[in-house]
């Protein structure tokens, strides 16, 4: 079992930048994949990021590649995602999730674990 807090969320400008912290706590994140998710009102909730077991391995949505970058820090069980040039249409409730798959998962489906999110405003 594993409990997943996001942290790091608020209000910020287009152009701007955030980092949202995922904290796990239980058995340790570095036996799970984790990836950020993102649902903005009336949407389906989308993926963002995801990162390998070791932290080795990446991938990201087009939407955000280039801009966000996830990492993990193992010994603290704690997952990152630093964005820049944030966007208004990036604005969302951000979730958390880890994955007991050996890939970089990128569907809902492939994740055991989440989070409660965090909110993300970028005001244009």
């Known amino acids: 079992q594993v409990q997943l807090v996001e942290s790091g969320g608020g209000l910020v400008q287009a152009g701007g930048s955030l980092r949202l912290s995922c904290a796990a706590s239980?058995?340790?994140?570095?036996?799970?994949?984790m990836g950020w998710f993102r649902q903005a009102p009336g949407n389906e909730r989308e993926f963002v990021a995801a990162?390998?077991?070791?932290?080795?391995?990446?991938y990201y949505a087009n939407s955000v590649k280039g801009r966000f970058t996830i990492s993990r820090d193992n010994a603290k069980n704690t997952v990152y995602l630093q964005m820049d040039s944030l966007k208004p249409e990036d604005t969302a409730v951000y979730y958390c999730?880890?994955?007991?798959?050996?890939?970089?998962?990128?569907?809902?489906?492939?994740?055991?674990?989440w989070g409660q999110g965090t909110q993300v405003t970028v005001s244009s």
């Open positions: 239980g058995r340790t994140s570095s036996s799970y994949a």
């Open positions: 990162i390998s077991r070791s932290g080795g391995s990446t």
């Open positions: 999730a880890a994955s007991r798959s050996v890939r970089i998962p990128s569907f809902e489906y492939e994740y055991d674990y």
